[in-house]
């Protein structure tokens, strides 16, 4: 089973960007979907993009389409979460999950692995 590590979080203004980096570790990273969830105080954890095995189709939620673009390197098992034009509305825990082979929308099709998450926080 994959182990996940989150990086790459913090304190940004609005109209800023942040880059999420998961690690993976652990056997068949490129069969694996990847999904970016996020919760932010006093919400439910919410989906918002995912991107599929091997090649990876992406998807994103409406939320943060045109601002936010999911992408993987299956060479350094990794993927990554571009965010641009960051609003305070965008302030949350963000975590990467791994599970399934494609993606159901922004959301990979089954869950099996969490990573810890890491803070972003947009504010002036």
């Known amino acids: 089973q994959l182990q996940l590590v989150e990086s790459g979080g913090g304190l940004v203004q609005p109209g800023g960007s942040l880059r999420l980096s998961c690690a993976a570790s652990?056997?068949?990273?490129?069969?694996?979907?990847f999904g970016w969830f996020r919760q932010a105080p006093g919400k439910e954890r919410e989906g918002i993009a995912c991107?599929?095995?091997?090649?990876?189709?992406?998807y994103v939620d409406n939320s943060v389409k045109g601002r936010f673009t999911v992408s993987r390197d299956n060479a350094k098992n990794a993927v990554y979460l571009q965010m641009n034009n960051l609003k305070p509305e965008d302030t949350a825990v963000y975590y990467c999950?791994?599970?399934?082979?494609?993606?159901?929308?922004?959301?990979?099709?089954?869950?099996?692995?969490w990573g810890q998450g890491t803070l972003v926080t947009v504010s002036s």
């Open positions: 999950a791994a599970g399934g082979y494609y993606c159901s929308g922004a959301v990979p099709n089954q869950v099996d692995a």
């Open positions: 652990g056997f068949g990273f490129e069969y694996y979907a």
């Open positions: 991107i599929g095995s091997r090649e990876g189709a992406t």
